[in-house]
């Protein structure tokens, strides 16, 4: 094993000396838990922290694998999960101290998965209140006067910071592409339904969707494979196989990917840097990408995600709101009117566009095996009240997308910029295998 901290290893590396014996669990968790104390004062991605329990599990891990008993494929790694994701050994208090010492008696149906994958849960990371728009405390690893983003925000700063290899994160807008992107991270957001969503808060039955953060493509095709199945109480979650996510990750392609640009309308908000370094990645991909105008329905489409976005969550969350207005932020309580203000009717009509554009984006990847598009604006902008803008995420959410970002540029203040790749529906494996050529291809064009 080389000299490499413990704490700075891949998932795929740390699973790799852990199953050779090369490295122990309670090793690495001990090299983690250091790393935390070391740089988290800066930081702050932890709401929850345990390290005696996360040694425990650490010990039994070293313990199954030294007696030959099964592994899973994350044994012995630490897992960080976003603070709204149930666990019944640690509170959940989604990002707001309406929920303080909030405590189930289960787990959510992907940390029983952790669980038997041999994960160690290390603890819960900082969301943004309610997994919405208000900031908590989360700064960027690579510039404490900066957001992380939002709302997986300590997530992202976690894995960013060498916190832990791998956490879980969610989006239903942009809040696993854009801090994945502001943190230099690799996000991955597979297809609506892959992943269940079982115990985790729910702010919109229709637009949430689990995503995961790591070092790696290899990283995150791991973690998707291991949280990734069917479960008949969520009712997006669908009864038929899922896409081998690490096998897309270490595939070469059969041939060379057709991509696409589309030149959206709001494309105008793209930094200068961002908007360089995206026309460089474009001139080096030539004629393997098609630039296409976008039509205006699709611009459109970003109201139609808030309008449902909004329902959604005043419908889910109307105890809460009713009887904790004074206690809900002046950045969310004008959301919560808006939401408030959208009638039935409108409602279910923002639900048919999203279908048609569901439709629409199956029949565009017949001719194309994935979009490229930005991950967010820019660079990070400073720490806030708000975490950066999701526009950029926001038609690929809607319509369930697989969507991948990866760490290629850098800004004008010398902060992260990600690229973003989006495939079509339950073909995630293929939009990884591109997403390996991509990073192939432009590091021998380098």
Not at 12 to 31: F, M, N, P, Y
Not at 188 to 193: D, E, L, V
Not at 334 to 340: A, E
Request: aromatic share 6%; charged share 20%.
């Amino acid at each position: 094993m080389s000299q490499q901290a413990p704490h700075a290893l891949t998932a795929t590396e740390a699973v790799e000396a852990i199953a050779s014996g090369r490295l122990s669990s309670v090793d690495l968790v001990k090299s983690c838990l250091a790393r935390i104390e070391d740089t988290d004062g800066a930081i702050g991605a932890w709401a929850y922290l345990d390290g005696g329990a996360a040694l425990k599990q650490a010990e039994e891990c070293d313990r199954i694998r030294k007696a030959g008993l099964a592994t899973g494929s994350l044994h012995g790694v630490p897992v960080g999960l976003k603070d709204i994701v149930d666990t019944r050994d640690m509170p959940t208090e989604r990002g707001t101290a309406i929920f303080k010492g909030r405590q189930t008696e289960t787990d959510a149906r992907i940390v029983e998965q952790l669980r038997e994958a041999g994960a160690v849960i290390l603890g819960k990371t900082v969301t943004t209140e309610l997994a919405f728009v208000h900031a908590n405390e989360t700064r960027n690893p690579h510039n404490p006067a900066h957001t992380p983003g939002g709302s997986s925000s300590g997530s992202a700063a976690a894995v960013a910071a060498e916190h832990v290899p791998l956490a879980i994160g969610t989006q239903t807008n942009g809040s696993v592409i854009r801090p994945a992107s502001f943190c230099g991270t690799f996000g991955f957001k597979p297809t609506r339904g892959v992943i269940s969503r079982t115990g985790l808060l729910q702010t919109s039955v229709s637009l949430d969707q689990v995503g995961c953060f790591g070092r790696s493509l290899a990283d995150v095709a791991l973690l998707t494979d291991a949280i990734s199945s069917y479960d008949q109480r969520d009712p997006l979650s669908f009864a038929r196989p899922r896409p081998d996510m690490a096998k897309g990750a270490d595939e070469d392609v059969p041939v060379t990917p057709d991509l696409a640009w589309l030149d959206l309308p709001f494309n105008d908000r793209l930094s200068e840097a961002a908007q360089g370094g995206l026309e460089a990645v474009l001139d080096v991909l030539g004629q393997q990408v098609t630039r296409l105008p976008a039509a205006d329905t699709l611009s459109n489409l970003v109201a139609v995600q808030a309008r449902i976005h909004e329902y959604e969550i005043c419908q889910h969350l109307a105890g809460t709101f009713d009887t904790q207005w004074d206690r809900i932020s002046d950045t969310l309580k004008p959301v919560i009117t808006r939401g408030r203000q959208i009638s039935k009717a409108e409602y279910e009509d923002a639900l048919a566009v999203k279908a048609s554009a569901e439709a629409f984006f199956e029949e565009f990847f017949t001719e194309f095996d994935a979009i490229v598009a930005p991950s967010a604006a820019g660079e990070a902008p400073l720490f806030g009240p708000a975490t950066g803008d999701p526009i950029f995420c926001t038609l690929w959410t809607l319509a369930g997308l697989p969507c991948v970002t990866l760490p290629l540029l850098m800004g004008d203040t010398d902060l992260p910029i990600g690229v973003q790749l989006i495939g079509p529906a339950e073909k995630d494996n293929r939009l990884l295998r591109t997403a390996r050529w991509l990073q192939l291809h432009l590091a021998q064009a380098a």
